[in-house]
C-alpha cells in the first residue's frame, strides 16, 4: 500500500508541474491576443478602403487587367494556406489545413491545375508529410507577422498573377486562413483574392454609399498596375494578422481546457491518495491491534 501511495505523490507533483506551465501559457496567449486584435482591428479599415479604391477603376474602365478581369477559361490557379509555426491551438491548424484541401478538390473538379503556397510549419509539415507539392512557403513569423512578411509572400504570388497560364502563371488567386472573429469562436475559411469579384465588393458596401468618381492619369491601367500589389499586399496582411489572433486564442483556450483538466486530476488523485494513506493507516492500527492481542494471549496461557 505504501508503494501504491508514493506512486500517487508523484504523479499529483508531475500534473502540478504541468499545470504551471498551461497556466503559464495561457496567461501569455491572452496577452498576445489582445495585440492581434489591435493589429487586425488597424489593418482592417485600410484594406477595406484599398478593395473599394480598386472597384471603383474596375467598373469605372473598360481596361482588361488580372486584377478586375477572370479568364474566360481558367486552367490554374493558386492557394495560398495560412497555419502557424507553433502547436498547442486545438483544432486550429487542421481547421485551415481541412478547408484548403476541400477548395483544392473543388478547383481540381472545375478542372484548374493548383498550386499550393503555405505559410506557417504546421501546413508544410502536413504536406511534406503526404509528399504533396508545395510550390512555395513561409515560416517562422507567424505569431508576429509584419507588412514585410506580407510582402515576402505575395511577391511570387503577384509574378504568377501577371504571368500566362501557359508561361506557368495563374488564372486565379485564392487565400485559406482562419477568421478571428471573437475569443470564443475563429472560423476557417477560403476567398477569392484575384480576380477581384467587382459585383460582391459592391454588394458589401453600406446602403445608399456611392462609390467616388476618379480621373485617371495617365491611364486606368497604369492605376490598376500601382494598386495590384498594394491590394495583394494588403489582403495578405490582414489574413496574416487574423490568424495569428485565431491561433492566441485558439492556444489561450486550449491551455484554459488543459489548465482546469489538470486541476480535476489533481483532485481525483489526492483524493486516492488520501484513501490509500487512510487505508494504510487502518492497515497498520489493524496489524498493532492484532499483536497486541496475540502477546495478552501468550502472555496470559504462561501465567497459567
Known amino acids: ?23 503559464a501559457m495561457e496567461m501569455i496567449a491572452a496577452s498576445r491576443v489582445v495585440k492581434a486584435q489591435r493589429k487586425v482591428a488597424a489593418s482592417t479599415p485600410y484594406a477595406t478602403e484599398l478593395t473599394r479604391a480598386v472597384t471603383a477603376v474596375g467598373t469605372g474602365s473598360n481596361t482588361k487587367h488580372p486584377l478586375t478581369t477572370e479568364t474566360e477559361n481558367p486552367t490554374r490557379a ?99 486562413f482562419t477568421e478571428f472573429v471573437s475569443m470564443m469562436t475563429q472560423t476557417a475559411l477560403d476567398a477569392r483574392l484575384l480576380p477581384l469579384r467587382l459585383e460582391e465588393v459592391a454588394e458589401e458596401k453600406p446602403q445608399g454609399e456611392l462609390l467616388p468618381l476618379y480621373d485617371f492619369e495617365p491611364s486606368a491601367e497604369d492605376v490598376l498596375d500601382a494598386l495590384l500589389p498594394r491590394y495583394v499586399e494588403s489582403r495578405i496582411y490582414n489574413a496574416l494578422l487574423q490568424s495569428a489572433a485565431s491561433k492566441h486564442a485558439a492556444t489561450r483556450r486550449a491551455m484554459k481546457s488543459a489548465t482546469d483538466n489538470a486541476g480535476e486530476l489533481i483532485n481525483t488523485l489526492s483524493r486516492l491518495a488520501n484513501a490509500a494513506r487512510q487505508a494504510e493507516i487502518t492497515q497498520e492500527i489493524s496489524e498493532i491491534v492484532g499483536g497486541a492481542s496475540a502477546l495478552a494471549d501468550a502472555t496470559a496461557g504462561s501465567d497459567r
Open 78 to 176: 493558386a492557394v495560398l494556406l495560412l497555419t502557424s509555426d507553433r502547436g498547442l491551438a486545438g483544432a486550429f491548424n487542421s481547421n485551415a489545413i481541412k478547408a484548403a484541401e476541400q477548395l483544392t478538390e473543388r478547383l481540381e473538379r472545375e478542372g484548374k491545375q493548383v498550386d499550393t503556397y503555405i505559410v506557417g510549419r504546421r501546413g508544410v509539415a502536413h504536406y511534406n508529410f503526404r509528399e504533396r507539392k508545395i510550390a512555395e512557403s513561409w515560416t517562422g513569423f507567424t505569431d508576429e507577422p509584419s507588412y514585410a512578411d506580407a510582402k515576402t509572400v505575395a511577391a511570387p504570388l503577384i509574378e504568377a498573377i501577371e504571368k500566362d497560364a501557359a508561361d506557368g502563371g495563374v488564372d486565379e488567386l485564392h487565400i485559406v
Open 1 to 23: 500500500m505504501g508503494a501504491q501511495l508514493r506512486v500517487y505523490k508523484r504523479r499529483i507533483r508531475s500534473v502540478t508541474a504541468t499545470k504551471k506551465i498551461t497556466k
